[in-house]
DNA sequence: TTGTAAGCGTTATCAC
DNA sequence: GTGATAACGCTTACAA
C-alpha cells in the first residue's frame, strides 16, 4: 500500500465511474443498492476513504474550528478545551488549537487561520485587544467568536456568563457573611476591563453603600503572580487597614493569594480574611484550598457557541447563568 | 470584498499570469525584482493571501500535526499543549487537538486524521492499546509519535523520560531519608505498564533487598481517584501496616492522596508518610502541597519530537534525562 | 440511476 | 524570467 487510493482507483476496482464511488460515500446520494455494494466492498479492499482535504476545497467548508488560546496558565483552559474539542467532534469538527503569546500575535493567527480557511475562530483568552481584531487585513476571513468574554466589538459575538448576576450572588452571600472591607485582586490590569468582573464588583458594593473597594493588581492571571500581588499590597499596608475578603479574578489568583496568606501571613481563612475566586477550577474543590468560587456553565456555552457557529443559533451575544459555589474559604 | 482573492486576480490587477504570482510568495523562485514588487502591490490591495488548502492538495503536506490526548483531567497536559502548540508553530507548523475518550477512540480519531491528511500524529495520553493502533486501516496514514510514555509498537518511535533513572534518584532519596515501608499508588491498572514507572519502582527496591513493595491502585489519573484509592486501601489496613512512603505514579493522584491522609486522617506530612509525585504540575510548588516529584524535560522531549517529525532527527525512540525536584513532602 | 464536463486554487514541470 | 499545460481529489451541475 504505496500510495492512498482514490475515488478513481476504486471506481475502476469496481467497474463504474468515479462519480458512482463518491455517491456512495455521500449520505444522501441517489445510487442503486447494488452499485453501493460493489463500490463498498472495492473500497473496503482498497482502504479507501474520501480525501478530506480536495473536500474542503471544493465545498470551500473545511471542518475545522480555530481556537485561539493566549493563558495556559489558567488552569481552568483544560477543561473547557476538553469540553471544545468533544463537542465539536460530535458534531465532525475538528479543532485546530493555536497558541497566542508575544511571538505569535492575534493578527498573525488570524492571518494564518484565514489562509487554512478554517469555518469558525474562536478567540478563548483574555488579552485580544479589539483595536487588533478589527485590523482590515482580516476582514472577509472566518467568522469569529468570543467565548467567556465581552467581545467589545459590535460585529462579533460573545458567549459569556452573566457576571454581573455573578457578583450580586457572590456578594449578597459576603454582606450576609459580615464582611465589611473588600477587595479585588484583578489579573493583568489592562485586560481585565473585557471580563467585567471587577467593575461588577464595584458596582454591587456600590449599591449597597459601600464606597471603598481596594483594588489590588497581579501582573498576569497565575497563581505566582497572585502571590505576589497579595504581599506587594499588604506588606506596605497597615494591618488595620487590611481587608477582610479579597474577591479574585479568578481561581488561579485566588490559590496564589491564599497561599500568601496562609502560608506567609499565618492567617486563617476565611476567620481573618475571607478570599473567594471564580471559575470553578478543578483543584479549588480539593481540601487544600476549598475555595468558594463562581462557576461559569461551560458545557453550556459551548453548546451555545457551537450552534451559533453551525448555523443552528441566532449570531448573536448570549449570556448564561452561572452558579455560585460555596466553601470555607468565604 | 465578497469573496477571497485569488492568484488569478491579483495577476490580472498586476499584468502578469498567475505563475508570476505564486512565485512573487515562493521564498526561492526566480522572478525579477520588478514584477515581484508589483505583485506584492496587487496582493496587498486586493488583500491576497494563498491558499493553504489548496497548496495543500497539490504538495500533499498540509502542515497540520493532529495531537491525541485522552486524559484532560491531569493538569499537566495543559503546559505541555502549551509548549507542544508553540514549538510548532514557530515551525510553522499547526496543532489539531483530538480528543479521545469512550464515545471517540483512536481508531476513529486516527481515520478522521488521516482523512484530513494531517503530516504526523502524536499520541499524548496514558491510555493507547497497541491492539488499536495494528488496526490494518490504519497502515499508511500520516507517520505515529508517542510523547511520554512507551510505544510498545516496534514502528512508532517514542520520546520518553528515563524512568528507570527517574526512580532511581527517587528512591535514593527515599532510602537516604530512612523511608521502609514503600508503596506505589497507580492510575488505570491496565494502563499504568505503559509509563514503566510502577515497574521502574519496583525494580527499585529489589536492587535494595526490599521486597514487599505495597501497590495500590486508582481507577484514572485523576485525584479524585487518588483520594478513594488511598482512603480504600488504608481503611481496611491495621495501622501498623501503614507504608511510610506512597509514591504516586503522577502528580494528580499524589494530590488526592495528600488531601486524603492530611485532612481525613490528620497525618503529617511526611512524618507519619511521606508521598511523591511525578510531572512537577504546577500547582505542585504551591505552598498548599509542596509536591516532591519528579520533572520530565517536556520542552526539550517536545522539541526532539519535532525535529523527528521534521525530518532533522532520525525516526527511533529517544530518552531523555529528567529532573527530581525535592520538597517537603518526602 | 449513472456518466460527463467544469471547476476549486494551488504546485510541478516544461517550453519559450 | 515568464507563460502554458497538467495534476492534486474531490463536488456541483447537467446530460444521458
Redesign the interface.
Known amino acids: ?2 500510495k ?1 487510493a482514490t475515488a478513481e482507483d476504486v471506481a475502476q476496482a469496481a467497474g463504474v465511474s468515479k462519480w458512482t464511488v463518491i455517491r456512495a460515500f455521500t449520505p444522501g446520494a441517489s445510487i442503486s443498492e447494488k452499485s453501493r455494494k460493489r463500490v463498498m466492498e472495492a473500497a473496503e479492499h482498497h ?1 479507501y ?6 473536500r ?2 471544493a465545498t470551500n467548508l ?1 471542518r ?1 474550528i480555530a ?1 485561539l488560546v493566549d493563558d ?2 489558567n ?1 481552568h ?3 473547557v ?2 469540553e471544545l ?2 463537542q465539536f ?2 458534531e465532525g469538527r ?6 497566542i ?1 508575544e ?2 500575535d492575534h493578527v498573525q493567527a488570524l ?2 487561520a ?4 478554517v469555518d469558525a475562530i474562536i478567540l478563548f483568552g483574555t488579552g485580544f485587544r479589539p483595536e487588533m481584531l478589527e485590523d ?2 482580516l ?2 476571513g472566518a467568522p469569529m467568536y468570543v467565548l467567556a468574554r465581552d467581545s467589545q466589538i459590535p460585529d462579533i459575538p460573545a458567549v459569556t456568563c452573566d457576571t454581573p448576576l455573578a457578583m450580586q450572588e457572590l456578594g449578597e452571600h459576603f454582606r450576609a457573611k459580615g464582611y465589611e472591607r473588600p477587595a479585588f485582586l484583578s489579573g493583568a490590569k489592562t485586560l481585565s476591563t473585557a471580563l467585567g468582573r471587577q467593575r461588577a464588583f464595584h458596582t454591587f458594593w456600590q449599591s449597597q453603600g459601600t464606597a471603598r473597594v481596594l483594588d489590588l493588581s497581579a501582573a498576569s492571571y497565575s ?1 505566582e503572580h497572585g502571590f505576589a500581588a497579595v504581599r506587594q499590597a499588604l506588606e506596605v499596608m497597615p494591618r488595620e487597614q487590611w481587608p477582610d475578603l479579597l474577591m479574585c479574578e479568578n481561581d488561579a489568583l485566588a ?2 493569594a ?2 500568601y496568606v ?2 506567609i501571613l499565618n492567617l486563617r481563612i476565611p476567620d481573618d480574611i475571607a478570599i473567594a475566586g471564580f471559575d470553578n477550577t ?2 479549588s474543590a ?4 476549598d475555595l468558594t468560587t463562581y462557576e461559569q456553565p461551560m458545557a453550556e456555552m459551548v453548546a451555545t457557541l457551537i450552534s451559533m457557529i453551525l448555523g443552528d443559533a441566532p449570531q448573536e451575544s448570549k449570556v448564561s447563568k452561572g452558579r455560585l459555589i460555596l466553601r470555607s474559604t468565604a
Chains 1, 2 share one sequence.
Open positions: 500500500m504505496t492512498k482502504n476513504r474520501p480525501n478530506l482535504l480536495a474542503s476545497l473545511t475545522q481556537v495556559f496558565k488552569p483552559k483544560l477543561p478545551l476538553e474539542t468533544w467532534q460530535s475538528l479543532v485546530v488549537l493555536i497558541n503569546n511571538h505569535f492571518l494564518d484565514g489562509q487554512r480557511q482590515v487585513r476582514k472577509g497563581s490559590f496564589g491564599i497561599d496562609r502560608s478543578p483543584l480539593s481540601p487544600a484550598y
